[in-house]
């Protein structure tokens, strides 16, 4: 069978990430080995820039300039928030036509492994011999089939670190802490917050994902508990979190809706639900010590705690797509599957099991309360963090007897 000859074409979609470069620059450096490569294409602004032919000729970019943008978190290409229908992907497909693309690599989450599906059905609608890639990409860890997703490792490694820190502060001034954390349907990015946990009475003490319903009268007693056991409390939610009738939590409170580009609940950077659930805290349990704070865009693209499992995954995820479709002549979805304990193996799958569907947290990772993580999900999650991360120490000097107040 004859190799296709081209161009290869690849664009960023989606929420940025700490690793999504190292595909980008995977995919890059992996194509640019096959002769059958006439050019190697970067689209700013994703499939945006696709639409109107704003291209990088990468080619010409060199190695080492490559590799110190594959060490920079955020989407160099830039991205967008488009979500593209059937009009707008076969916009994309003729682009791709009228500037000989053989090899479209999209980088992004289970939208973006959509578009990827409806352009390549454009393309074995219109006989075009074209080999279309999903390369995944999220912090959310949400796609299926994956045991785990680029992206995700780097985001729950500054989130584990961000609650030890918050844990740290809390224990020297005691109080309720609450910390909101990204994830609209899923709670793999929350649930991080319990990786840094090493003493007995570490926080988060509690633990709230968009997975089990949420009740404010289970809120409210799982943190008096954790006030009587411990005499203060950590709390992480995210910011995804439904009652019982599946209605964002931050709506019931607040009474009101706002809606993204894609007709979403706005969720991310309005700070609502943290100070919401504070006031419920200081109202009804009377406690006068109460902060909040929303992590927002920092646990995406944070410079200096990027894992190098994380990494170096990602890496592989784009020069997999540069070998599944130039060697192998298909197309589909790059997936990582676990292997042992612990190792990977990259495989590709039809864009249709991806495409659209979200994976959420298994029910052995959530306590049966859906009020903190379990051991299970501590050997799910932990290696993702890499090597070298942080411990916490506390003084074990013995106590000095009381003279003056010893007999109060």
Known sequence: ???LTGKVLIAQGGGPTAVINQSMVGAVLESRKFPEVTRVYGAMYGVRGIVNEDFLDLTQE????LEQVALTPSSALLSTRDKPDAAYCAEIFKVCQAHDVRYFFYIGGNDSADTVRIVNQNAESAGYDMRCIHIPKTIDNDLVVNDHTPGYGSAARFVAQAFMGFNLDNRA???VFIGVVMGRNAGFLTAAASLGK???DDGPHCVYVP???FSTEQFLGDVKNALDAHGRCVVAVSEGIVDEKKQPVVVGLTGRIEKDAHGNVQLSGTGELGTMLGELVKTRLKVKRVRADTLGYMQRSFLGVVSDVDAHEAREVGEKAAQFAIWHDIDGSITIQRTGNYSVDYRIVSLEEIAAKTKTMAAEHLTAGGNDTTVEFFN??????GSGFPTSHRIRALTVSKILKSGN
Do not use: I
Request: proline fraction near 14%; charged fraction near 20%.
């Open 1 to 3: 069978m004859s190799k």
């Open 62 to 65: 060199t190695t080492h300039n």
């Open 173 to 175: 001034l005691p109080g």
């Open 198 to 200: 090493k003493y007995p």
């Open 211 to 213: 997975e089990h319903a």
């Open 380 to 385: 799910y999650a932990r290696p993702l963090l």
